[in-house]
């Protein structure tokens, strides 16, 4: 059954590829919500054994290894850097709306739970780093494990319903009262080889021999990237070693771009997303839903305070300090859900001059997420 999960990981997303090419109804929802919900399908109709959730571990981290040097190779930094920008000051205001939604959720709950200063430092670290910064902060505050585990699984399915809200109805409802995002590429900026395109049609000709060649090369330097920095966040211990591997990637797949000959190759940037909607694929087959059968809704009610009540807040402030939709998105979702997402979000809005962005502020979300949990923890549990 492993082998039998691995080719259908493999090659079921390009039958969906396949059949939005063929049906402009399923082009309309696009391939990314394609996967997620053909994942969910999969891992939730008992044909899963649970011996497969250690592959299901590794091709998720394996696969975004692998796809974001393939994504980077072909961009144009100097274009890309001027969306990045103001997604640091995005990140700044993703920061301020999870400590204050935090806070907000902690003083609600402290009276009947002693843990809630606990779920608050984990909640911040989750919700501007990833699960790495969670575990650390879990060991930091002494969360027992159970608590530890439930708020795991909460977040495994409320953020999976808050991906799958940002990739389809959050542009639409936020544009209502956000600007809309302004391309760096609206003056022509897109490369001679036109090949950055991320829609469906941009799939015909990946086969031909040449092109097939130049993609065998771009994942051969895709995987030696890979390999080089998971050894360098090697060298680093615990969720440290997450951030610099992720970071090196990015810092060398960026690097690799500014080679006339790798920015050349054709197809790089729609063979990257070919991995990312294996990972959409894989990462949605992980979600149980009978794990909502017996509910802890303290815990339940603080993850989703803090994603969505934090994603509301955070708008509002975009809106005061005049960040577009799109740019909003992105940021959130990398705060939110960690980088790995932000490729498939970016594909869902059909925007990827927002991938660096995302990435970026990501990674500083790794590098703050364990600082603000743990001091804001135990800030709050000496608040009188």
């Given at each position: 059954m492993v082998i039998v999960f691995c080719v259908v990981a493999v090659i079921f997303p390009a039958l969906l590829v396949y059949l939005c090419y063929r049906f402009a109804a399923l082009r309309k929802i696009g391939t990314v919500l394609l996967c997620y919900a053909a994942g969910i399908i999969l891992g939730n109709i008992g044909l899963l054994p649970k011996s497969v959730a250690p592959l299901q571990s590794t091709v998720t981290?394996?696969?975004?290894?692998?796809?974001?040097?393939?994504?980077?190779?072909?961009?144009?930094?100097?274009?890309?850097?001027?969306?990045?920008?103001?997604?640091?000051?995005?990140?700044?205001?993703?920061?301020?709306?999870?400590?204050?939604?935090?806070?907000?959720?902690?003083?609600?709950?402290?009276?009947?739970?002693?843990?809630?200063?606990?779920?608050?430092?984990?909640?911040?670290?989750?919700?501007?780093?990833?699960?790495?910064?969670?575990?650390?902060?879990?060991?930091?505050?002494?969360?027992?494990?159970?608590?530890?585990?439930?708020?795991?699984?909460?977040?495994?399915?409320?953020?999976?319903?808050?991906?799958?809200?940002?990739?389809?109805?959050?542009?639409?409802?936020?544009?209502?009262?956000?600007?809309?995002?302004?391309?760096?590429?609206?003056?022509?900026?897109?490369?001679?080889?036109?090949?950055?395109?991320?829609?469906?049609?941009?799939?015909?000709?990946?086969?031909?021999?040449?092109?097939?060649?130049?993609?065998?090369?771009?994942l051969l330097l895709s995987a030696a990237i890979v390999g080089v920095s998971v050894f360098l966040g090697g060298l680093l211990p615990g969720s440290a070693s997450t951030a610099v591997t992720i970071l090196s990637i990015t810092t060398l797949g960026i690097s690799a771009s500014f080679v006339p000959a790798i920015r050349k190759i054709r197809k790089t940037f729609q063979a990257g997303m070919y991995v990312i909607y294996v990972f959409c694929f894989v990462v949605a087959s992980m979600a149980k839903l009978d794990s909502l059968i017996h509910i802890d809704f303290r815990i339940l009610g603080f993850v989703i305070a803090c994603i969505f009540g934090s994603l509301l807040l955070h708008s509002l402030l975009c809106r005061l300090f005049k960040i577009d939709v799109d740019t909003f998105i992105i940021t959130s979702v990398s705060a939110v859900c960690s980088p790995p997402f932000v490729p498939g979000v970016a594909a869902a809005l059909k925007n990827k001059a927002i991938i660096i962005s995302g990435l970026t502020t990501g990674i500083v979300g790794y590098a703050i997420g364990n600082y603000l949990g743990i001091f804001f923890a135990y800030l709050f549990r000496s608040i009188p």
């Open positions: 981290n394996l696969s975004v290894a692998l796809a974001l040097p393939l994504l980077l190779f072909s961009i144009d930094v100097k274009k890309w850097f001027k969306v990045a920008g103001k997604g640091m000051l995005c990140m700044l205001l993703a920061t301020i709306a999870i400590v204050a939604v935090a806070f907000a959720a902690y003083l609600v709950t402290r009276k009947g739970d002693t843990e809630a200063w606990q779920l608050a430092g984990m909640a911040m670290g989750m919700y501007t780093g990833g699960t790495p910064n969670m575990a650390a902060i879990k060991s930091a505050l002494g969360v027992p494990s159970s608590t530890y585990i439930l708020f795991l699984t909460y977040d495994t399915v409320v953020s999976l319903v808050y991906i799958l809200l940002m990739s389809s109805v959050a542009r639409p409802f936020f544009r209502l009262y956000l600007k809309p995002f302004e391309s760096p590429l609206s003056d022509g900026a897109v490369t001679a080889e036109g090949d950055e395109d991320e829609s469906i049609e941009a799939y015909s000709g990946m086969f031909k021999p040449a092109n097939v060649r130049g993609l065998g090369l771009a």
